[in-house]
């Protein structure tokens, strides 16, 4: 058995959503519709045989004018679902289908209620930190038109066995947007295949950058100065996270956007409860790249 303490697990997991525009109507007060089909595909880590992710709730926010400060959410999937990443290795398997407006999109989330892993024979379930899955990339969903929006998470990344045989699910993922008549392909590399795009120069990240700081070969970087560990134990009950990203980069922590300064540096004072706390920094451009980062914080008062 090969010591699992602190190492990420080989699986990519996929979850594809297609937007199908409706024909036109005759009506002018008519909204035009579209299709949305959820599906998932994964490829397995060979010491996990199974990884069950269960989601109820699934959301597109929806800008509603021409400013980009009016949105609203809407409802792409309100069933549970739960599917087994390793069950679907290498298919897409479709967790639901609905109409929607079309509009332009700023932004997805998918609730997951629970993450089980089953390491080694042994079922484990993971602590998810925040319990949403939040992807910033702004998309349009034209009538007429068939637009296929892909989560692509690197399972390498995304699910970590901590010292005390804590696993915690830290998603770790791309939105992809791609036309409706062009196949699938996961952009998802091994880390074998990683490392020899970094040893060419032209992976998305650089071996000299520490586990706190990724960045790319364009200039797009997420960088987090404070904590300097991502797993920390502090006495007092709050915390101070700050970090630094690309000047024209969004950045949230937790549930909520930070202001982002013009020298690219940003920062937030959070509260903490007893115990273990998670955060997630999230950096993201208006093109499909995002970063993110989850932070264990423990309160010991």
């Not at 998802?188 to 060419?200: P, Q």
């Amino acid at each position: 058995m090969r010591n699992l303490i602190a190492r990420v697990l080989s699986f990519v997991a996929v979850s594809s959503i297609i937007f199908i525009g409706a024909c036109g109507d005759d009506d002018a007060s008519a909204v035009d519709k579209g299709i949305i089909i959820i599906g998932v595909t994964d490829k397995p880590d060979e010491d996990i045989s199974a990884i069950v992710v269960t989601t109820n709730l699934i959301e597109g926010n929806v800008r509603t004018s021409e400013s980009e400060n009016e949105s609203d959410w809407q409802i792409l999937l309100n069933v549970e679902k739960s599917f087994d990443l390793i069950e679907v290795a290498g298919v897409e398997k479709t967790l639901g289908e609905a109409e929607i407006p079309a509009a332009t999109y700023n932004q997805i989330r998918m609730h997951v209620t629970s993450v089980v892993v089953t390491l080694n024979g042994k079922d484990v379930e993971a602590k998810v930190p925040s319990g949403i899955i939040k992807l910033v990339r702004p998309f349009k969903v034209k009538a007429e038109e068939k637009i296929v929006v892909t989560f692509d998470f690197d399972a390498e990344k995304s699910v970590v066995v901590t010292g005390s045989d804590t696993v915690i699910f830290k998603p770790v993922v791309k939105l992809l947007v791609r036309k409706g008549n062009e196949p699938f392909r996961a952009e998802t590399t091994t880390r074998e295949e990683e490392k020899a795009e970094e040893k060419k120069g032209k992976g998305e990240s650089t071996s000299e950058f520490s586990p706190m700081i990724y960045g790319d070969e364009d200039g797009f970087f997420l960088k987090i100065s404070n904590p300097e560990q991502p797993e920390v134990i502090v006495e007092t009950d709050t915390i101070l996270i700050a970090g630094e990203t690309s000047v024209d980069a969004a950045v949230s922590i937790g549930d909520e956007f930070v202001d982002v300064n013009l020298d690219g540096t940003f920062e937030k004072v959070v509260n903490l409860e007893d115990g273990i706390n998670f955060f997630e920094v999230i950096a993201s451009i208006s093109s499909e790249q995002q970063y993110n980062q989850v932070l264990t914080v423990i309160y010991t008062p």
